[in-house]
């Protein structure tokens, strides 16, 4: 089992950056790749980002030229950094561990899930 531990997030404002981390732990040697989703309200859940162990990355559409993620694989660690955020960004963010699929959107490549942290983005 792993279990995934998300920071961050809160009340940030249009333009503005966030900083998500996502901290794994128990048998992370199981864990092919790490990432975020997220999802809006009223919306189906999307990714926004992943990292694979062999550090080939992924950023949504979406977030492109916004996103940066990064994996210290020593510390079981993901992180994520979005800037000139906007309000349609406002969405509970969740951390995702698993096969490297779920770095492509394949949400079927995702064996543990974070609780979630939100943010929302205000205009």
């Known amino acids: 089992q792993v279990r995934l531990a998300e920071s961050g997030g809160g009340l940030v404002q249009a333009g503005g950056s966030l900083r998500l981390s996502c901290v794994a732990s128990g048998s992370t040697f199981s864990i092919a790749a790490m990432g975020w989703y997220r999802q809006a309200p009223g919306k189906e859940r999307e990714l926004v980002a992943g990292i694979s162990n062999s550090s080939t990355i992924k950023c949504a559409d979406s977030v492109k030229g916004r996103c940066t993620v990064s994996r210290d694989s020593a510390k079981n660690t993901v992180l994520l950094e979005m800037s000139s955020l906007k309000p349609e960004d406002t969405a509970v963010y969740y951390c995702?561990?698993?096969?490297?699929?779920?770095?492509?959107?394949?949400?079927?490549?995702?064996?543990?899930w974070g609780q979630g942290t939100r943010v929302t983005v205000s205009s």
């Open positions: 995702a561990a698993g096969r490297a699929g779920l770095i492509y959107g394949f949400q079927s490549a995702i064996v543990y």
